[in-house]
């Protein structure tokens, strides 16, 4: 069975930082590109950042460049996925979710076929 176990998350003041990580198991995801997704109450789900498969190449969308970062480590032919969050605004309070993609590259939402369950994150003011 394959699982994407989202964990890190919690309540910090604005300014602050968190680390999520994402651990994988069920199937090995090497080979794919991963991802995170955050969901704000009453909002569309939203891409945050991605690493390629080897993470030698990232991808953020603009709110969160220069702040957030992506990372992974493919040791023993698990991936585990990181995204450290740093100078948090309350407008970076969301549900965030780990994803991999069917494919070692990838933006777009639709290019993710595993997702985790989520784990919240609330920044206050």
């Known amino acids: 069975q394959v699982q994407l176990v989202e964990s890190g998350g919690g309540l910090v003041q604005a300014g602050g930082s968190l680390r999520l990580s994402c651990a994988t198991s069920g199937r090995t995801f090497t080979s794919s590109a991963m991802g995170w997704f955050r969901q704000a109450p009453g909002k569309e789900r939203e891409f945050v950042a991605a690493i390629n498969w080897r993470g030698s190449s990232t991808y953020y969308t603009d709110s969160v460049k220069g702040r957030f970062t992506i990372s992974r480590d493919n040791a023993n032919a698990k991936s585990t996925v990181y995204l450290q969050m740093n100078s948090l605004k309350p407008e970076d309070t969301a549900l965030y979710y780990c994803?991999?993609?069917?494919?070692?590259?990838?933006?777009?939402?639709?290019?993710?076929?595993?997702w985790g369950r989520g784990t919240q994150v609330t920044v206050s003011s």
């Open positions: 994803a991999a993609a069917r494919s070692p590259v990838a933006t777009m939402e639709t290019d993710f076929g595993s």
